[in-house]
C-alpha cells in the first residue's frame, strides 16, 4: 500500500503530465479509418501532433475546430458543424472522434446537444459515426482522456443484446500499451483459437506500415462494425486500472462480464492471463507459451542478480507506473521514489511506500541517490544533472527508435523487458568494477552483484 | 476594445510590412487576418509563436500560464540552444485546474512566480497568458505588475493567448512585449562604434555561432540576438546598437520598425541562408555602420572576408556538385526563407521542381520569380495527399520540409531533409549550405531507396503473371 502525496506547488516544473484532450485523440487513432477532432484552438492540436509524431515517427490524422476568440465566446456550434462537413467531405471517414479542451468546456459548450442538431440538418454525414469525448484540459491527465474516449464510444456504438459468441472476447486497451504489446496479447488470444476485440487497437494504425495511397485519416485499427459486436462477446478483458470504468459500462450495457487486469507484466500476472484463457477457450496452454514461460523463469534466475536492492525512481501515468514498480519489485530492486502526473485509484497500490503526484521536477529532487532513472523522454535532463543511468518508458519516447514495436506484456515481453534493463545495470556493474581499488574495498561492504561469469548457484 | 484587441489589429496593419504596403487603404484597414477553416485547419497558434520567439533568451524563466495541455504537450521540443545558462529549457507552467478555472488563476500565477523566484532566481521572468486564463479573465497583466514590485525584478506579461491567432502572428505579439517591458531598461556596461543587433535569429541548432565569428573577426559586435542565445540583459540594453539586421522574413519585422522610429535603429532584411546571402549581409552592415560612424575600412575588410569564405565555400561544395546536379528537389518550408535555399540549391545545380510559398512575403514571391524565372512551380498549400503523389511517382528525388510531413516523404520511399524548427544540422552561414547539401547527398546517395523499393519476389512474380495475363 502506497501513501499517496499531493504537492502543493502553485508551478509545475518540467512537466510529466499531458493533457486529457491528447489522450482521447490518441484513443480515437486507433480506430480504423478514424479522424480525432479536438474542439478548441488550433495550438492544441498542433502541439498534440508533433507530440505524437515525435513518439510513434508516423504521420498522425488530428484536426481542429479551430476556435478563436470570438467564437469561443459566442459558442462552438457553427465551427464543430463545419469541421464535420469539412472532415466528411475532404476524407470520408468511419468515425469522428471529438474531444473538447479547456476553453470549449469552461465556456460550457454542450457539443453532445450539438451534434445532434448538425445531424438532423445534415444528412450527408451518414455513414460516419461521431462520437464526443468531454476532455477539460483541467480536469486529470493523459490516461483520464484516453478512458473517456473508450467509455464513450462503448456509449454510442454498442447495441443492447443478449447474444453470445462464446469464442469471442473483448481487449479493452489501456495507454501504457505500446502497439507491440497489443500485438502480443492478439496473438496469445488468438493463439487459444478465440476472436478478439481490440478497443482501441493501435497495432492496426500506428505500427508503421507502409500504405499503398496516402490517407487523410487512420488506416487500420479497431473496425466500428467491430465495436458494435462487442456486445456479443463472452468476455471483456480490461488491462489497466484506466479501463475498469469502460469495462464496467459494457458490463452495464450488454451484461458482459468483465475482469481487469491491472498489468499483463510479470510472472504471475501472465500466469493469471493464460489461465484464463485456457478456461475459456477449453484448450490446453499452446506449448509456445509453456516454453516462453520456463525461458521467463531462466531469465528471472538470471536477472535478479542484478535487480536485488537496486533503487528505482519511476515517473510515469498511473497504469504504467503501477506496472513497472511491480515489475522491478518482483526483481527484488525497491521502488525509491514514485512520481504520477495526476490521481488515480491504482496508485495506492503502486509497490512503493509513497507516491508523489508531481512533475519531474518533483523527479529530480527525490530521485537522487537511485540507482536507475525510468521515465519518458523528458528524463533526460535529470538524468544529465544526476548523473544517474536511465531507461527510457512512457509517451513521449521521440529519442529512440522502435518504441512503437517495444514489447513489455506477456511471458515473452517481461523476459525482454529482464533483459534490457538488467543489461543497463549490469553495465554498470562494470563501470564500477573499474574504480575497485583496495582502499575503496575496505571502505565499501555493499558489491551489488556477482560478477557476470560466476552465477551463483547456477547449478552447474 | 480590450488592450490585447487592439494590439492585434494595430499589427495586423503593421506599415513596416511589404504585403501591407502593397495593399490599398481600405484593404490594409481590414488587416490580414484570415479566420481558420474548422477541419481543415493545422499549425501552432499564437502562444507558441510567441514562445518560439522568446524562448531563445536563456537565462530567464518562462512560465506558462494555463492548464497542461498548453506547456505539457510541448515543452523540451525546440532545438535552440545556449552558451551558458539552461534556465530556458525548464518548463513551468501553473498547470490550472478545475478550482482556478472556478475562481480565476491569479493567485496561482502569483504563487508560481514567487516559487520560481525563491528556488531559481532568474534575473527575469517571462508569463506567457494562454487561451483558457484570458478568457476567464485573469489580468497577468496586473499580476506580472504586483510580483515584479513585490520581488523587485522583471516580470514580463506576454499576452499571446493561442485563440488571438496565428503562430506567425505569437512572434510578432512576442515582439510587442520585449518593446513595453524589456527594451530601453537597461544600459551596456560600454558601447562601440560597430555594435548592431540580429532580430529574428533563433540560434536553432546553435546557427547564430556558425556566424558569430564572421561579425567578430571585423570587430562587429552583436549587442542583442532576438533572441538566439540571448542574455535579458542584452535585450534589456538592446537600445544601443548603431544598426540591425532583421532576419527570418517578417516574423519580427514591428520590433526592427519600433526600434528605428523609437531609438533611431537603421535596419535592413537580410538572410544567413545561402552563400549569397551571408556576403549580401556582410556588406550591407559593414556600409550601414561606416554611414553611423563606424571605421571608414570596415567595408574593404568585409570584402576581404567574404572573398576568402565564398572560395572556401565553393571549394567545399565542389564535390557535391557532380553528385546533385540535376536532381530535382520538392522544396516545402515554413521558417526558412524558400528563396534562399532555392538560389542556394541552384548553386550546386540541383533543379526545384516545386516550392511552396507558405507564409512567404509579395517580395519573397518575386525574388522567387527572379531566381527560378516563373512561378510556375510555386504552391500555396500542397495537401499531403497530393504531395505523396507526386514522390510516389517519382517527380522529385528528394523532398525538404519540417518535420511534420517527414512521412508523407518517407512512405512514398524518398529521401527527405529536414529543413525547418527541429532540423538538427545547422543550416546558418557560409558552412550553413554546405551542410545543408551535405545532408542531401547523404540522403539522396543511402543504400536502402533502391532496397526499400524492390518489390517482394512474390509480388514480382504476381506481376509478371497479370502481365501475361494481359498479353495472353
Ligand atoms: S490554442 Fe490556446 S489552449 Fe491551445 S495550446 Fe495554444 S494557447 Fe494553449
Known sequence: ?460 | MSALKQRIDSLLVEPGCATNQAKSDKARKEGCKKPLTPGAAAGGCAFDGAKIALQPVVDVAHLVHGPIACEGNSWDSRHVYSSGPQTYRTGFTTDMAEFDVIYGGEKRLYRAIKEIVDKVDPPAIFVYQTCLPAMIGDDIEGVCKAASERFGKPVIPVNAPGFAGSKNLGNKLGGEALLDHVVGTMEPDYTTDCDINLIGEYNVVGEFWQVKPLFDELGIRVLATFCGDARYKDIASSHRAKAAIMLCSQALINIARKMNERYDIPFFEGSFYGIADVSDCLRKISKLLVERGAPADLPARAEALIAREEARAWARLEHYKSRLAGKRVLLFTGGVKSWSVVSALQEVGMEIVGTSMRKSTQSDRAKVVEIMGTDAHMFDELPPREMYKMLKESKADVMLSGGRSQFVALKAKTPWVEINQERHHALAGYDGIVNLVAEIDKALYNPIWSQVKQPAPWEIEALEAKGAAHHG
Not at chain 1, 99 to 124: M, N, Q, W, Y
Not at chain 1, 283 to 299: G, H, I, T
Open chain 1, 1 to 460: 500500500m502506497a501513501e499517496v502525496i499531493v504537492g502543493k506547488k502553485a508551478c509545475a516544473v518540467n512537466p510529466l503530465k499531458m493533457s486529457a484532450p491528447i489522450g482521447a485523440a490518441l484513443a480515437f487513432l486507433g480506430m480504423d479509418r478514424a479522424l480525432p477532432l479536438l474542439h478548441g484552438s488550433q495550438g492544441c492540436t498542433a502541439f498534440g501532433l508533433v507530440l505524437f509524431v515525435r513518439h510513434f515517427r508516423e504521420t498522425i490524422p488530428l484536426q481542429t475546430t479551430a476556435m478563436s476568440e470570438v467564437t469561443t465566446i459566442l459558442g462552438g456550434l457553427e465551427n464543430v458543424e463545419q469541421a464535420l462537413l469539412n472532415i466528411k467531405k475532404r476524407a470520408n471517414p468511419a468515425l469522428i472522434g471529438i474531444c473538447s479542451t479547456g476553453i470549449t468546456e469552461a465556456k460550457g459548450d454542450d457539443v453532445a446537444g450539438f451534434l445532434k442538431l448538425i445531424r438532423d440538418k445534415h444528412p450527408e454525414l451518414e455513414g460516419t459515426e461521431v462520437v464526443f469525448a468531454p476532455t477539460p484540459d483541467f480536469v486529470g491527465g493523459f490516461s483520464d482522456g484516453w478512458g473517456k474516449a473508450v467509455t464513450a464510444m462503448i456509449d454510442a456504438l454498442v447495441p443492447e443484446t443478449t447474444v453470445r459468441t462464446p469464442w469471442q472476447v473483448n481487449i479493452l486497451a489501456g495507454c501504457h500499451l505500446t502497439p507491440g504489446d497489443i500485438e502480443e496479447i492478439r496473438e496469445t488470444v488468438e493463439a487459444f483459437g478465440l476472436t478478439p476485440i481490440i478497443l482501441p487497437d493501435l497495432s492496426g494504425s500506428l505500427d508503421g506500415h507502409i500504405p499503398e495511397n496516402f490517407l487523410p485519416h487512420t488506416l487500420g485499427g479497431t473496425r466500428v462494425e467491430d465495436v458494435r459486436e462487442m456486445g456479443a462477446s463472452a468476455l471483456t478483458i480490461a488491462i489497466g486500472e484506466q479501463m475498469r470504468p469502460a469495462a464496467e459500462l459494457l458490463e452495464k450495457k450488454t451484461g458482459v462480464p468483465c475482469r481487469v487486469f491491472d498489468r499483463l507484466t510479470g510472472l504471475a500476472a501472465c500466469d493469471a492471463f493464460i489461465a484464463l484463457l485456457a478456461d475459456l477457450s477449453e484448450c490446453e496452454v499452446p506449448a509456445k507459451y509453456r516454453r516462453q514461460r520456463s525461458q521467463l523463469q531462466d531469465a528471472m534466475l538470471d536477472g535478479h542478480f542484478y535487480f536485488g536492492e537496486q533503487k528505482v525512481a519511476i515517473a510515469a501515468e498511473p497504469d504504467l507506473l503501477f506496472s513497472l514498480s511491480h515489475f522491478f519489485a518482483d526483481m527484488g530492486a525497491t521502488v525509491a521514489c514514485a512520481i504520477a502526473p495526476q490521481d488515480a485509484p491504482v496508485l495506492a497500490r503502486v509497490a512503493a511506500d509513497t507516491v508523489r503526484i508531481g512533475d519531474l521536477g518533483d523527479f529530480e529532487q527525490h530521485a537522487a541517490g537511485s540507482d536507475l532513472l525510468v521515465t519518458h523522454s523528458h528524463g533526460r535532463q535529470a538524468t544529465a544533472r544526476l548523473g544517474i543511468p536511465f531507461w527510457r518508458a512512457g509517451l513521449p519516447t521521440f529519442d529512440r527508435l522502435g518504441v512503437a514495436h517495444k514489447v513489455t506484456v506477456g511471458y515473452r515481453g517481461t523476459r525482454d523487458l529482464i533483459f534490457e534493463v538488467g543489461n543497463v545495470f549490469m553495465e554498470q556493474l562494470h563501470a564500477h568494477e573499474q574504480h575497485i581499488t583496495p582502499a575503496s574495498l575496505g571502505s565499501h561492504s555493499t558489491v551489488a552483484a556477482p560478477a557476470m561469469d560466476a552465477p551463483a548457484g547456477a547449478g552447474h
